[in-house]
């Protein structure tokens, strides 16, 4: 993987992109805020969220996460005029199928908090064998300059793991608390935010956008 790319983006990015310098975060997951401000704070960006314009969320009828993150995109660009950068991602257990999938946020059901989408899914792996509970994170992320942006940039990062059979760690969100990362022995939600944004499926899917984003410009 590339190497954080801030000092780079400093240098083109801020200087050619102007009207860019503000960008819609198209999420009310105050998580994901923190992590889209850390990853972009040392690149001249202001990642606001989308609830300093509107407070509604557009339905997510995709089916794929690529889908899902266009819509969620194209709207907050719609409403507020601005340059938006639209994540969807979730987790994918093998011995689940592939759910949670798509409907990550909402696996207990409408309105359901962190809490409650870990407890589902311990209760859907209970019996299964540490061998068997394999999963990982995607972050499909899609950048929209505009609202008929015909050519969005979209991102894909993944993040292998293994599902503890009970929380651990204070930190993060989602189900970080289950995440097991074999590469560091721990779980993501022990992990530091610097050491996280650096490993993650999100943090490698910011780094290919901020690619992107130099690449489109020089």
Not at 39 to 67: A, M, R
Request: aromatic share 8%.
């Amino acid at each position: 993987m590339a190497p954080f790319l801030s000092v780079m983006c400093l240098a083109s990015i801020n200087n050619r992109l102007i009207d860019m310098k503000k960008i819609v975060l198209a999420s009310g997951n105050a998580g994901k805020l923190r992590e889209f401000q850390k990853l972009l704070s040392g690149c001249g960006f202001e990642v606001v969220p989308q609830s300093d314009f509107f407070s509604e969320n557009v339905e997510e009828t995709g089916l794929t996460f690529v889908e899902n993150a266009i819509i969620k995109a194209r709207y907050a660009c719609a409403k507020t005029g601005l340059p938006a950068i639209a994540d969807d991602s979730g987790i994918e257990v093998d011995a689940l199928n592939g759910r949670p999938g798509i409907y990550s946020a909402r696996y207990a059901g409408e309105g359901a908090k962190d809490a409650d989408n870990n407890a589902k899914l311990l209760q859907e792996l209970d019996g299964v064998s540490a061998e068997k509970r394999t999963a990982r994170y995607h972050a499909v992320l899609a950048f929209m300059r505009h609202a008929e942006d015909p050519t969005p940039i979209l991102c894909h990062g993944t993040w292998e793991g293994v599902i503890l059979d009970a929380p651990r760690g204070e930190g993060g969100f989602g189900y970080d608390p289950l995440f097991f990362v074999p590469t560091h022995n721990c779980a993501s939600a022990e992990l530091s935010k610097d050491e996280k944004n650096r490993i993650s499926h999100r943090g490698k899917a910011m780094q290919e956008l901020l690619q992107k984003l130099s690449a489109s410009i020089n």
